[in-house]
């Protein structure tokens, strides 16, 4: 068995070295029996972080260096790049603690395909602004009647994919950005994968205080528009996938 940890990152000088030593100290404590490393996917960036992530890479940790082409893109291309089992992507703010890998671990062994992380179940513990809290919610509420899924959270940045499945589905997978989570999700459910939905310990800022990247009020109309163009999508891709919606 052979996990990358994949960390997309675009302008993290001030916390890429701190969390990366974290992430990996805690990997190489854990005595896992099988092969891990850590990719750090540089999404392009106009301060140190090239820099910072060639310094600190090693025997157990790698990088991919790509143009500015959005989070997704530099994840997308970690993926292709990667000869694992599985891949894990995690955000570099180390935002879901390093505890809920364990948790990862034995749907990976039980072969799902696809195991998510939830800040939305009620087992969850979070840390996170009131406004925020409630933007997921909506977003959560507004997807499921769109999209007609059953996902409690599509954008916690904290999934395990088993990297054979992934590459049934990533020709369908347009988004370069954050909505790539939400396609991922619904494209590995339209082909009827095994997916695995688990509760994780989220706080913002759980180390290091550090402005979102997310714009909220715009990118939730973007989000909001995209998931309707995704629909679409579906429908041409598959017509009986709504076939229970009223015309």
């Known amino acids: 068995m052979k996990i990358d940890f994949i960390i997309p990152v675009y302008n993290e000088e001030k916390l890429l070295k701190e969390s990366i030593t974290k992430?990996?100290?805690?990997?190489?404590?854990?005595?896992?029996?099988?092969?891990?490393q850590i990719i750090i996917a540089v999404n392009g960036s106009n301060d140190d972080?090239?820099?910072?992530?060639?310094?600190?890479?090693?025997?157990?940790?790698?990088?991919?260096?790509?143009?500015?082409?959005?989070k997704a893109h530099a994840i997308r291309l970690a993926i292709?790049?990667?000869?694992?089992?599985?891949?894990?992507?995690?955000d570099v703010d180390l935002a879901v603690s390093l505890d809920n890998i364990n948790d990862l671990l034995p749907n990976i062994y039980s072969n799902?395909?696809?195991?998510?992380?939830?800040?939305?179940?009620?087992?969850?513990?979070?840390?996170?602004?009131?406004?925020k809290e409630l933007s997921s919610k909506i977003y959560v509420l507004l997807s499921r009647i769109v999209l007609k899924h059953n996902f409690s959270d599509l954008q916690?940045?904290?999934?395990?994919?088993?990297?054979?499945?992934?590459?049934?589905v990533a020709e369908l997978i347009e988004d370069r950005n954050w909505f790539f989570d939400t396609e991922l999700l619904i494209f590995f459910q339209r082909k009827n994968f095994k997916i695995?939905?688990?509760p994780v310990d989220w706080s913002e800022n759980r180390y290091i205080k550090r402005?979102?990247?997310?714009?909220?009020?715009?990118?939730?109309?973007?989000?909001?528009?995209?998931?309707?163009?995704?629909?679409k999508r579906l429908k041409k891709i598959n017509p009986k996938y709504f076939c229970n919606e009223k015309p």
Do not use: P
Not at 80 to 90: C, F, H
Not at 156 to 167: L, T, Y
């Open 80 to 90: 292709n790049k990667s000869l694992a089992d599985y891949v894990i992507y995690m």
């Open 211 to 231: 402005k979102s990247k997310i714009i909220l009020f715009s990118d939730s109309i973007k989000f909001t528009k995209k998931l309707f163009k995704l629909k």
């Open 23 to 36: 992430l990996y100290n805690f990997l190489n404590s854990q005595n896992y029996s099988f092969f891990w």
């Open 196 to 198: 695995k939905e688990i």
């Open 49 to 70: 972080t090239e820099k910072i992530a060639k310094e600190i890479s090693g025997d157990k940790i790698k990088n991919i260096i790509t143009k500015r082409q959005g």
């Open 112 to 131: 799902y395909d696809l195991v998510i992380g939830s800040r939305l179940l009620s087992a969850s513990k979070r840390d996170r602004s009131i406004i």
């Open 156 to 168: 916690c940045g904290f999934k395990a994919i088993k990297r054979s499945s992934f590459n049934k």
